[in-house]
């Protein structure tokens, strides 16, 4: 059984029809790719699924988390039942420290894994007292990642992880989520196709706010004309 089924997803935000009747499932292991072009919903379906569209948004559809309905469930709620989310923008706190970052996203009840983080990303133990917004981009991306991986989780949203990091942290970033999903399922959004390539056993893509194309990421992948009527681009390139 899927770890996330989502069912007809449909959304309105301000009056513009975003998602229409978006189908896809997540299995239980491995990483299952989100693409698409700029856009067309990607980052909309993570925060649908969450909960986290803006008030006034119109949803519509069903979304099934482990086997049980969670359709317009509270964001909380979801994340203590083991649903990981690590947005776009990182969301760190630039005012506090590492460790501070790192201490407010211990969830109530849950042992924190700082040993798997700080395997993960010593760069984040060495600087546990310096403030986050002095970090580098790729150090707080590593940061959001990191405060995710304290908790026991079920699935994990990551949505960009690799947008706008210099080629070696890509290539950190990647053998970090790499380690990862041998143990936790895994949606992940991404743009660089080398990244999706290295990491993804499955892909789904959006286009024009619907699914239009499930299956292995394999066979999307390799075939560069797929790859540029689906995503505008060649099979090495960035979507």
């Known amino acids: 059984m899927n770890i996330l089924e989502v069912g007809d997803l449909s959304v309105r935000i301000a009056g513009s029809h975003i998602l229409q009747g978006v189908a896809f499932g997540v299995a239980p292991q491995g990483v299952t790719a989100l693409l698409g072009r ?23 559809g069903e979304v099934r988390f482990a086997g ?22 990182r969301g760190v706190f630039a005012g506090l420290t590492v460790a501070e970052n790192l201490r407010l996203a211990e969830r109530p009840g849950a042992e924190p894994d700082y040993t798997r983080v700080y395997g993960l990303f010593p760069e984040l133990q060495r600087r546990g007292r310096q403030r986050a917004g002095t970090l580098s981009g790729g150090q707080q991306q590593m940061l959001a990642i990191g405060r995710v991986l304290l908790n026991p989780n079920r699935l994990l949203l990551i949505d960009e992880p690799t947008k706008g990091l210099a080629p070696k942290v890509v290539g950190e970033v990647a053998a970090a989520l790499h380690a990862v999903a041998q143990v936790v399922p ?54």
């Open 38 to 60: 700029n856009g067309v919903g990607k980052t909309t379906t993570l925060k649908a699924v969450l909960g986290l569209l803006p008030r006034g948004a119109e949803i519509g």
């Open 186 to 239: 895994m949606l992940l959004v991404e743009q660089n196709l080398a990244v999706v390539r290295r990491l993804a056993r499955d892909a789904v893509v959006i286009a024009a706010g619907k699914v239009a194309y499930t299956g292995p990421a394999g066979d999307l992948l390799n075939y560069t004309e797929k790859t540029k009527a689906l995503l505008g681009v060649g099979k090495g390139e960035h979507a």
């Open 68 to 89: 049980a309905a969670v359709t317009r469930q509270p964001t909380f709620r979801l994340v203590r039942d083991g649903l990981g989310y690590v947005p776009e923008d």
